[in-house]
């Protein structure tokens, strides 16, 4: 074999593994960040929109259980405007695998004067709950 036909052919083939690796390191689609999708399963106290998420804080969150098992939720809420705002707020309640427990508050309407701070309190319907999320929306 000629030294030109052998170099002509190991470029070739360079060039194909070449290729085929970085289709493969590449692939079809860039890596999806799910963690951002997850946030109700990870965090107690959850901000639904954008605007919620700078206008409302969450000063505290207090959690007992009552005599009868049930767990009683409180949530002290902060308006960080200098307007009054109005939100919706509820608390989905979990067993210990973080699954709903069958258990969802309806929500309800808080509102917040300028700079004001507001406590709202939710008590699951029964003992499964171990676990919970409490949610706030601005209000429609």
Request: hydrophobic share 35%.
């Amino acid at each position: 074999m000629k030294p030109t036909t052998m170099k002509t052919k190991f470029l070739v083939t360079l060039t194909f593994v070449i290729a085929l690796l970085a289709g493969c390191v590449g692939g079809a689609y860039p890596p999806v960040n799910t963690s951002r999708y997850d946030t109700e399963n990870r965090e107690k106290f959850v901000l639904l929109d954008s605007l919620t998420q700078t206008a409302v804080t969450c000063t505290g969150l207090q959690e007992r259980r009552l005599a009868d098992g049930r767990l009683e939720v409180s949530a002290n809420v902060r308006n960080r405007e200098n307007k009054r705002i109005q939100v919706q707020i509820n608390c989905v309640f979990k067993d210990a695998t973080g699954f709903s427990a069958g258990d969802e508050t309806p929500f309800q309407t808080l509102i917040l004067t300028e700079n004001a701070q507001e406590t709202a309190t939710f008590t699951s319907l029964n003992d499964k709950a171990q676990r919970y999320t409490v949610r706030i929306r601005l209000a429609r």
